[in-house]
């Protein structure tokens, strides 16, 4: 009996959150699909790791054990961010590196590689470089759809960064870089 | 019993921060009074949407009880409502090890339709309607699962018409099928269901607000701006702060020609959703309607603007 009480507790409350007071218009859109509930739940544990250096340490992993994932991009982006945040450039640009040849518009890896050129020249490559992936990304993100399954505001307000960080890079890396 | 009164005495002045170190067999768990009192504040924080609250009490119970589904469950459905779906997923799948739940099952299809996870989400539907096939919501999520990512409006709605066979009451099953309906231009049949579900409420109060949104949007259609007009004021009266209703109310307002109606609920739109770019458009012609160039050319900028930021520059 308590538990067909708290059944209808969860019903109540919780189905109708899906929909709240307005209408959730279909999306039309695939995601990524995991193979197996395990695959899935290594992949949850690289977003929600507690630090960076879980994140580190979580993707790694998630890396070897699903190398055909259609969640890999994501875990790379995932260690990408990680490793920009602990300032370990060269994991971050291997990150970027893999990313990109998953999905060469991927604006994230792009800005990734613009800064960390900025982080790391004269070593890497001269500025100009920064600025023509700063510039890519812009021109990415200018058709960036929204994903599935994702709030608009939040994903508003990641377009809005990433473009405000693209554009810090190319006033860093001067005006001659922007044409591309 | 003493003792345990005691962990729960120091919980509370602690600020629920501690928790207890020794577990109770799962018989206990049933009959423990401790276990009890977290099972009755969690019906209490989950009637007020409180999740952290939950979050906790959850957590005290697969302390407590740690071979029992009552905390897992608790805590999938906490981790559920705070948007932290991937670990929802795992503790109920936790609780599902310690016990088959219809309950369980369906917050897991939840989860799994959040991430998108089409083989899981059907798995856990399966299970659920297995256990429970008189529940209207196993129906329901069912078909808002093919609504949403399938686009598959008929076999939507015939899990939609399934869960109002189980539930006439079920209003958001009702509107998903007038949904589903409208998307097969069977418009007159949508606004049929809909007013016969406004009809069936005892009274109009927050359950109206998705019909009454519908029947707005229908109406608009059908090019019955009045009805639409009386509809949206009814649906902004009960839902002031909704901005997709205030959205309604100022189209269908702008349709009847009734600009200061129009003008103050495209203005609320704006104020409560700052970066719908419709709104600024019909804001706009608003403005234009009443000679207020100034504010007109404002309003079609921001629109152009946010357009940009979706869409991209043409």
Redesign the interface.
């Known amino acids: 009996m308590a538990r067909i009480r708290t059944f209808s507790i969860v019903l109540s409350i919780g189905l109708s959150q899906l929909t709240a007071q307005t209408i959730v218009q279909r999306s039309g859109k695939s995601v990524p699909q995991a193979n197996t509930r395990e695959e899935l739940n290594a992949f949850g544990l690289v977003l929600e790791a507690g630090s960076p250096g879980a994140t580190l340490e979580a993707a790694s992993r998630y890396r070897k054990r699903f190398p055909k994932s259609e969640f890999f991009e994501y875990a790379c982006v995932a260690e990408m961010q990680a490793a920009m945040d602990l300032a370990k450039y060269s994991i971050a640009e291997d990150a970027a590196d893999t990313v990109l040849k998953i999905n060469s518009a991927n604006p994230e890896a792009l800005l990734t590689l613009a800064e960390v050129i900025l982080a790391t020249h004269p070593e890497k490559a001269p500025p100009e470089r920064a600025g023509q992936y700063a510039q890519s990304a812009l021109d990415k993100l200018r058709v960036w759809p929204a994903p599935a399954f994702s709030d608009t505001a939040t994903w508003l307000n990641t377009k809005r960064s990433m473009e405000a960080r693209a554009r810090r890079v190319l006033a860093q890396a001067g005006p001659k870089t922007t044409a591309q | 019993m003493f003792f345990l009164r005691a962990i729960l005495a120091c919980l509370l002045i602690a600020g629920w921060s501690i928790l207890p170190a020794q577990a109770l067999p799962v018989d206990a768990c049933h009959s423990n009074a401790a276990v009890s009192q977290i099972?009755s504040r969690i019906?209490q924080v989950?009637?007020a949407?409180r999740w952290l609250e939950l979050q906790t009490a959850g957590l005290e119970l697969t302390h407590l009880c740690p071979n029992s589904d009552f905390g897992y469950?608790w805590l999938g459905?906490a981790y559920?409502?705070e948007g932290?779906?991937?670990?929802a997923?795992?503790t109920l799948?936790q609780s599902l090890q310690h016990r088959d739940?219809?309950?369980a099952h369906?917050?897991l299809a939840?989860a799994y339709?959040?991430?998108?996870?089409?083989?899981?989400f059907w798995e856990e539907i399966e299970a659920a309607q297995r256990l429970?096939p008189e529940?209207a919501?196993v129906y329901?999520?069912a078909g808002?699962f093919r609504?949403?990512?399938e686009?598959a409006f008929g076999d939507a709605a015939m899990w939609f018409r399934q869960a109002l066979s189980k539930n006439a009451n079920h209003m958001?099953a009702r509107?998903y099928l007038a949904?589903c309906l409208r998307a097969q231009q069977k418009n007159e049949d949508a606004e049929t269901l809909l007013l016969e579900g406004i009809r069936k409420l005892p009274t109009m109060d927050?359950q109206s607000?998705?019909p009454l949104?519908?029947l707005v949007s229908l109406e608009l259609d059908l090019d019955r701006p009045a009805d639409a007009l009386e509809h949206a004021k009814t649906a902004a009266r009960l839902?002031p702060k909704?901005a997709?209703?205030q959205l309604g109310l100022g189209k269908a307002a702008l349709a009847m020609h009734d600009l200061p109606t129009a003008r103050a609920a495209l203005l609320a739109t704006t104020a409560l959703?700052p970066?719908v770019p419709e709104s600024f458009y019909l804001l706009s012609r608003v403005y234009a309607a009443q000679g207020d160039q100034r504010s007109a050319e404002q309003a079609l900028a921001s629109f152009k603007q946010l357009r940009?930021?979706?869409h991209?520059?043409n």
């Not at chain 2, 932290?84 to 670990?87: G, L, Q, S």
């Open positions: 099972e019906q989950v009637a949407s469950h459905v559920l409502r932290r779906t991937f670990a997923a795992r799948e739940d219809a309950g369906l917050l939840e339709f959040k991430l998108g996870q089409k083989k899981f429970l529940e919501g329901y999520l808002l609504y949403q990512t686009d958001p509107c949904l927050s607000v998705m949104q519908l839902a909704v997709k209703v959703e970066d940009e930021q979706y991209g520059a």
